[in-house]
């Protein structure tokens, strides 16, 4: 079955809140995305399609990092892909397609909170290695990547998601 990856559009949020909640099995994320949007925190962001029915979604968030901070670096959350479409490839085409996107524009890394056996096949790796941090303490499963060739250079300490993700668990 074909799956189409394009940009989000104005009219997704009811499919992409149905998604999220059926991916994470509670209403959390879905409604982390639309605070998102209405923050204005939406940064980048695609959705996969199948029979022209959106059936899965990825979001990038701006972060916050301790020092060195320039606005430069995403955090990649929520990633998800409705039930019935798992392990089809669609959340590894979404998380590739995006990524490839980023690394043309202005941004220079991106971060995550996941699973690194999931995430390492991207180029993710441990964020402690470039000096950073996240606010979860969530040792190695908090990971990075450079977007281009010294992307992590001059970050080091904290980093911090949007107030949106305040709460989420
Ligand atoms: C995690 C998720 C996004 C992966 O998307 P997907 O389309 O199912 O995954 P893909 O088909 O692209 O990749 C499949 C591979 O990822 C692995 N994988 C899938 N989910 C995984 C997970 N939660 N942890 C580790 N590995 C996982 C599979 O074992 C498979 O590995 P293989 O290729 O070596 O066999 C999707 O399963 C999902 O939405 N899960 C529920 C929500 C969630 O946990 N989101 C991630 C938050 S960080």
């Known amino acids: ?19 999220n909640r059926a991916a994470f099995g509670r209403a959390d994320e879905g409604q982390l995305v639309a605070a998102l949007h209405t923050a204005g ?18 979001l990038f968030s701006p972060v916050t990092v301790e020092h060195g901070d320039d606005g430069r670096v995403l955090g990649l959350a929520p990633l998800a892909v409705a039930p019935g479409h798992q392990r089809q490839g669609i959340g590894s085409a979404l998380v590739r397609a995006a990524l490839s996107t980023l690394a043309t524009g202005p941004y220079r890394a991106v971060v995550v909170l996941g699973d690194p056996d999931y ?31 010294g992307g992590l250079s001059g970050y080091r300490g904290r980093v911090s998601y949007a107030p949106e993700f305040d709460g989420l668990e």
């Open 1 to 19: 079955m074909a799956t189409r990856i394009r940009p989000f559009r104005d009219g997704d949020l009811v499919a992409i809140d149905a998604v």
């Open 41 to 58: 925190c939406d940064a980048f962001e695609l959705v996969a399609e199948r029979d022209a029915r959106i059936v899965a979604h990825i």
């Open 119 to 149: 995430y390492q096949r991207f180029g993710f790796g441990p964020a402690s290695a470039a000096g950073l941090h996240d606010v979860y303490a969530a040792g190695d499963d908090f990971m990075a990547l450079a977007l281009r060739a």
